[in-house]
């Protein structure tokens, strides 16, 4: 089974940048949605990005304007460009992929952000924003 590895966090000041990658270790899907998610010590884990296939991509109110989600299919990387940090983006940031079903709506990946959408997962990368 693919596994999903994670880099680029780290600490940085508010107001700062940093991008996250995730690179599957084989093929996953070929129809697919892959996402990030975060989780802060105390809550609970909450959707961050997510792109399909076709690079439709949403995200969380929380962060739009301030990350963008993107796909390198020649590198089969996906990023997460962050910008803008706020101690309140503080947590572990996690790279998930799962099926895009066929017949699925064009927004089934995008509109939704839901864990349920996924079913591999990496093991993690800590954020910490400092004010």
């Known amino acids: 089974q693919a596994q999903l590895v994670e880099s680029g966090g780290g600490s940085v000041q508010s107001g700062g940048s940093l991008r996250l990658s995730c690179a599957p270790s084989g093929h996953i899907y070929s129809r697919f949605c892959m996402g990030w998610f975060r989780q802060a010590p105390g809550k609970e884990r909450e959707g961050v990005a997510a792109i399909d296939d076709h690079s439709n991509a949403g995200y969380a109110d929380s962060v739009k304007g301030r990350f963008t989600i993107s796909q390198d299919n020649a590198k089969n990387t996906l990023y997460l460009q962050m910008s803008s940090l706020k101690p309140e983006d503080t947590a572990m940031y996690y790279c998930?992929?799962?099926?895009?079903?066929?017949?699925?709506?064009?927004?089934?990946?995008?509109?939704?952000?839901?864990?349920?959408?996924?079913?591999?997962w990496g093991q993690g990368t800590q954020v910490t924003v400092s004010s």
């Open positions: 998930a992929a799962g099926p895009r079903p066929f017949g699925a709506s064009y927004d089934y990946c995008s509109g939704s952000l839901s864990p349920t959408h996924y079913n591999l």
